[in-house]
């Protein structure tokens, strides 16, 4: 066998050798319906009790203008988010969909049909779907493929979008023709994640995107006819692309592009002569969504400011700025114009107030919010907002963070919960968050939500910080932060958890082993364990873009690499407790990935809960087991913490 081969064969037996290993520690087992909970004491009623408030607060998601009138909304009133109308500012939500399994991309098309995705048990295998007026609804797609991007003309007559299939890396873009077979054809075969981006106003020309990672991306211009494409714009170097509209003449096209800049801009492309005009200016930040009217004359687009969003409204022909909203701080999603241009709607959460549908009215300068999602209960003027603070890394880097600290008595400190987020390219915002403000409140903790080396938000050299062999970079700045902790008058830094999912499931892992003498235990939802097994048991649409950003393991100097800082190989440097959980289904981390740690944890003697939920994917997305992972985080939490009676 060569060398390479030996050594991946080597690594993944060593990543799965540890499921047959003899548990030394006895595992105490409960299932409770679709839960799995191993090693978790019987909770207090007591603490559900403390966490019905935050657990039945709800939020409601705009997602497009409704073709009978008011606004097409994505909220919970049962198990799971489904699609509901709402008619006019406060008026009451009339739900459309019931189904088991929550609904999400939601848009109306031309015509007046609902369009929509919904997967099965979180398995990400998306199914499209349009729904009639009279609430028939018809699935567009083949089942056990997975769809997504959805783009059409403005008569609606050219409907695409793009499908992957069970074991290939490549998406096809998709038709949807009435006189083919299944009612879709094929028309355009590609490679890699390649996905329609918009169609030209006469449904001649599909824009078309190629992903290859959060750094760099390509853009095409599809003749529908001919299935000919002319790539857009083609440069020398990375560069990376987001988004895209046709103008309404069909001549130019609006993306969002970091070309000659550290940030996303907003630019202008004549199709014509290929010139490129900047629309959004230079600014210090990311632009991160935009929408043009119908008719071409008003400009929308948001600029994320240090985590907060602003929303610039302007005139698109002549580029002045037109009256601006003003919102509350926080982020704003979703834009989209009503069908006469005169209104923008879109979905705005703020740190004490869950996501609401919000509109602008042009004429008027007026800032309507058509819902009011309830907190379950809590008094908002109690909620925590978060300071924005920044600490000095090992390499004098400066690291943003969202601090969220509970009221104190003088002289008091309090535990603290370091929360990192996913990704790794994503970026924690002040939005509601109903962990942060129940641990602040109920547990009396500070919660530090830290956006490390790597984030997005911050411009591509911050972005790039931590790519393959820098990876534990990121690692070494919440070291930083445990230093920065220690010089706090009010933030304890003898009881300090580490807490993160996906990506920062991985960094919650990588953590615990680098600085578990510092630490009272660490909370990890489906992370990475180990990176070799990670990327040859990740869905096969997605492996090629995480070896963009991780690394490639065929490469004997990256193989190298994984098995130095892999948390599966540095096990044994963790000493405190840890919680585990998992979704049976998930696509994106293997439910492998929790297994092999949980098994190697208990095998070196370290406490480990362990729960899974076998009706859900990477993330939870139903409120019985949210509610469920919010109890047991809350019992291991005053556990480690020492803020409640252990159970």
């Keep these: 066998m060569k060398p390479r081969l030996f050594a991946l064969s080597l690594a993944l037996a060593l990543s799965t050798s540890t499921l047959a290993l003899a548990q030394t520690q006895p595992v105490e087992r409960r299932e409770i319906g679709n839960q799995i909970l191993e090693n978790v004491p019987v909770a207090d009623p007591a603490i559900r009790a403390s966490l019905a408030r935050y657990q039945n607060a709800r939020s409601a998601s705009f997602q497009d203008w409704a073709a009978g009138g008011g606004m097409l909304i994505v909220t919970r009133f049962g198990n799971t988010n489904q699609i509901h109308q709402v008619a006019a500012p406060g008026a009451d939500r009339s739900q459309l969909t019931f189904h088991d399994e929550p609904v999400s991309g939601v848009h109306t098309l031309p015509g007046g049909e609902v369009l929509f995705s919904k997967d099965t048990g979180g398995d990400e295998w998306f199914q499209l779907f349009v729904r009639d007026a009279s609430g028939k609804e018809v699935q567009l797609t083949e089942a056990g493929t997975r769809n997504q991007s959805p783009a059409w003309s403005g008569d609606g007559k050219v409907l695409v979008w793009s499908r992957a299939t069970k074991g290939s890396a490549n998406y096809d873009v998709v038709m949807r023709d009435p006189s083919a077979q299944g009612g879709r054809r094929v028309i355009f075969k590609g490679e890699g994640q390649v996905s329609p981006i918009d169609v030209s106003p006469d449904g001649k020309t599909v824009l078309l995107g190629r992903y290859f990672s959060i750094g760099e991306s390509r853009r095409w211009l599809l003749d529908v006819a001919t299935g000919k494409t002319t790539e857009l714009n083609p440069v020398k170097g990375k560069v990376s692309y987001d988004g895209g509209l046709f103008t309404p003449d069909g001549k130019s096209l609006l993306m969002l592009s970091d070309e000659g800049s550290d940030f996303m801009r907003l630019v202008e492309f004549d199709l014509a002569t290929g010139k490129k005009h900047l629309v959004s200016g230079e600014r210090p930040w990311d632009v991160e969504d935009f929408k043009l009217s119908k008719d071409g004359r008003v400009l929308a687009y948001v600029v994320n400011e240090d985590g907060y969003s602003k929303l610039v409204v302007q005139d698109f022909r002549t580029r002045r700025a037109l009256p601006q ?323």
């Design 325 to 647: 909203p003003q919102l509350p701080g926080g982020v704003v999603s979703n834009l989209a114009f009503s069908e006469d241009g005169s209104k923008i709607g879109f979905s705005l959460a703020t740190p004490t107030a869950a996501s609401d549908a919000w509109s602008f009215d042009l004429a008027s300068g007026q800032v309507t919010r058509w819902t009011a999602s309830e907190l379950g209960g809590l008094d908002a003027k109690a909620l925590v907002s978060p300071e924005l603070v920044r600490f000095p890394s090992f390499d004098k880097r400066s690291i943003p963070a969202f601090v969220y600290k509970p009221k104190l008595a003088a002289g008091q400190k309090a535990p603290v919960i370091i929360d990192i987020h996913g990704g790794p390219e994503g970026q924690s915002r002040p939005v509601f968050n109903p962990f942060h403000q129940h641990t602040t409140a109920e547990l009396g903790a500070a919660v530090i939500v830290t956006n490390v080396r790597g984030s997005s938000g911050y411009g591509k050299t911050f972005l790039n910080l931590d790519n393959a062999e820098k990876r534990e970079d990121s690692v070494k700045d919440i070291g930083a932060l445990l230093d920065w902790i220690k010089t706090q008058p009010d933030l304890d830094p003898n009881r300090v958890v580490v807490y993160g999912q996906s990506y920062g499931g991985y960094m919650s892992l990588a953590v615990m082993t680098h600085y578990s003498d510092r630490l009272a235990g660490g909370v990890e939802r489906y992370g990475i364990s180990n990176f070799v097994s990670f990327l040859q048991n990740t869905e096969a649409y997605r492996r090629d873009l995480r070896r963009a950003e991780y690394g490639d393991e065929r490469d004997p100097k990256m193989l190298k690499a994984f098995e130095t800082i892999s948390p599966l190989n540095n096990v044994g440097k963790i000493t405190k407790p840890m919680l585990v959980m998992q979704g049976w289904n998930d696509p994106r981390v293997p439910k492998s990935e929790s297994d092999q740690v949980v098994a190697k944890l208990r095998e070196k003697g370290v406490e480990t809960w362990y729960v899974q939920f076998k009706d859900e994917g990477h993330g939870f997305a139903k409120k019985i087991n949210n509610d469920r992972r919010r109890e047991v985080e809350t019992q291991f939490l005053q556990k480690v913490l020492g803020t409640g009676a252990a159970q």
